[in-house]
Antibody, heavy 119, light 112 residues
Framework: QVQLVQSGAEVKKPGASVKVSCKVS????????MHWVRQAPGKGLEWMGG????????IYAQKFQGRVTMTEDTSTDTAYMELSSLRSEDTAVYYC????????????WGQGTLVTVSS | NFMLTQPHSVSESPGKTVTISCTRS????????VQWYQQRPGSAPTTVIY?????PSGVPDRFSGSIDSSSNSASLTISGLKTEDEADYYC???????????FGGGTKLTVL
């Protein structure tokens, strides 16, 4: 059973960066395809990027390219999502989610991290 | 790019059956598997259907999924509705052309 535990809520000023962590247990990070999904208040789910097992690369949604970086520390089984040049529209709950069987099903999710961008 | 379009909301009475649609704007709905997620307020999403029509263990067989190439859409059907089914439901699929994942806008199910 995979468990994903995310870091706590953050408050950032416009223009700043935020880095959210996602600690994996039950599996090793190398066995999983990790993705990041965000949800603005009262809005739907939005895929930001994730690991593509077909070519072993991390791919980003076009909307976030140049502003988001997703990394992994396999020594601690922790994934990170850093979003820069924050604006108020980035206020959202950010989720890590895994596709443990590389089938396209995001079968395990973290609890979510609220990032608030406010001056 | 393609979009997945869902009705904003649906409502039905307990014990009845409801179907939520998810229409793909371009390309064939059969090209990539469709997943369905349930999200209750304040919680992370959970999978109720994967690979078009497969149910994860623990999901009741009241939940079923299908695709229809003629309407280029996927459907989530919930029978014998219970008040606990009240939640937001999202469809999701892979965009092979742009190498990314797409979510539908979500449907709020009210069981009243």
């Amino acid at each position: 059973q995979v468990q994903l535990v995310q870091s706590g809520a953050e408050v950032k000023k416009p223009g700043a960066s935020v880095k959210v962590s996602c600690k994996v247990s039950g599996y090793t990070l190398t066995e999983l395809s990790m993705h990041w999904v965000r949800q603005a208040p009262g809005k739907g789910l939005e895929w930001m990027g994730g690991f593509d097992p077909e070519d072993g690369e991390t791919i980003y949604a076009q909307k976030f390219q140049g502003r988001v970086t997703m990394t992994e520390d396999t020594s601690t089984d922790t994934a990170y999502m850093e979003l820069s040049s924050l604006r108020s529209e980035d206020t959202a709950v950010y989720y890590c989610a895994t596709d443990s069987s590389s089938s396209g099903d995001f079968d395990y999710w973290g609890q979510g991290t609220l990032v608030t961008v406010s001056s | 790019n393609f979009m997945l379009t869902q009705p904003h909301s649906v409502s039905e009475s307990p014990g009845k059956t409801v179907t939520i649609s998810c229409t793909r704007s371009s390309g064939s709905i059969a090209s990539n598997y469709v997943q369905w997620y349930q999200q209750r307020p304040g919680s992370a999403p959970t999978t109720v259907i994967y690979e078009d029509n497969q149910r994860p263990s623990g999901v009741p067989d009241r939940f079923s999924g299908s695709i229809d190439s003629s309407s280029n859409s996927a459907s989530l059907t919930i029978s014998g509705l219970k008040t606990e089914d009240e939640a937001d439901y999202y469809c999701q699929s892979y965009d092979s052309s742009n190498r990314g994942w797409v979510f539908g806008g979500g449907t709020k199910l009210t069981v009243l």
